[in-house]
Antibody
Framework: QVQLVESGGGVVQPGKSLRLSCAAS????????MHWVRQAPGKGLEWVAI????????YYADSVKGRFTISRDNSKNTLYLQMNSLRAEDTAVYYC????????????WGQGTMVTVSS | EIMMTQSPATLSVSPGERATLSCRAS??????LAWYQQKPGQAPRLLIY???SRATGIPARFSGSGSGTEFTLTISSLQSEDFAVYYC??????????FGQGTKVEIK
């Protein structure tokens, strides 16, 4: 079945780095744009980044621009989020999500991976 | 950035009753509006896209309406599994996708 599975979360100190992964299965990964969305504890949803289906374009929320990098490996059906210079306010559950159609709604979501930034 | 405002923050409804949730955009988003349902400890699930189109597998008791800046999600007869938090999201102003703060639908 169509599935997204995130991994790579954990506890990290402020200023350090972490890389999240999102493994896709059950659909043709290389034909869909992909997003990262985060949710701080007890808070709402915040869009983080998008990468085009072929990796040619990527865009970021202002809150992570210059610190986070989204990438993908279509040969491995995997999406990544490299997070550098982490801050306490980056603490959240990070979800990967599939773009339904060229900048549309998010129709498939992973179960999320928790990132905690704390000394 | 387009701001999305949902009301009410919490809606208390009895099973079997109708629930009406509102979402307002700070500027027009045409019909580029989605609704998601999120239960505790779970990922969000797409309910409605294009303001009024149900996503795959979504029951007919969920319906969306509106365009421009005013949108509504209606649950015609609440079932026990519908008690959750609901978010609206605009995707008209990409590459910037913004969510409302959520409406919690709780059992009255």
């Amino acid at each position: 079945q169509v599935q997204l599975v995130e991994s790579g979360g954990g506890v990290v100190q402020p200023g350090k780095s972490l890389r999240l992964s999102c493994a896709a299965s059950g659909f043709t990964f290389s034909t869909f744009g992909m997003h990262w969305v985060r949710q701080a504890p007890g808070k709402g949803l915040e869009w983080v980044a998008i990468i085009w289906y072929d990796g040619t374009n990527e865009y970021y929320a202002d809150s992570v621009k210059g610190r986070f990098t989204i990438s993908r490996d279509n040969s491995k059906n995997t999406l990544y989020l490299q997070m550098n210079s982490l801050r306490a306010e980056d603490t959240a559950v990070y979800y990967c999500a599939r773009d339904r159609f060229y900048g549309d709604a998010f129709d498939i979501w992973g179960q999320g991976t928790m990132v905690t930034v704390s000394s | 950035e387009i701001m999305m405002t949902q009301s009410p923050a919490t809606l208390s409804v009895s099973p079997g009753e109708r629930a009406t949730l509102s979402c307002r955009a700070s500027q027009s988003v045409s019909s580029n509006l989605a609704w998601y349902q999120q239960k505790p400890g779970q990922a969000p699930r797409l309910l409605i896209y294009g303001a009024s189109s149900r996503a795959t597998g979504i029951p007919a008791r969920f319906s969306g309406s509106g365009s421009g800046t005013e949108f509504t999600l209606t649950i015609s007869s609440l079932q026990s599994e519908d008690f959750a938090v609901y978010y609206c999201q605009q995707y008209n102003n990409w590459p910037s996708w913004t969510f409302g703060q959520g409406t919690k639908v709780e059992i009255k």
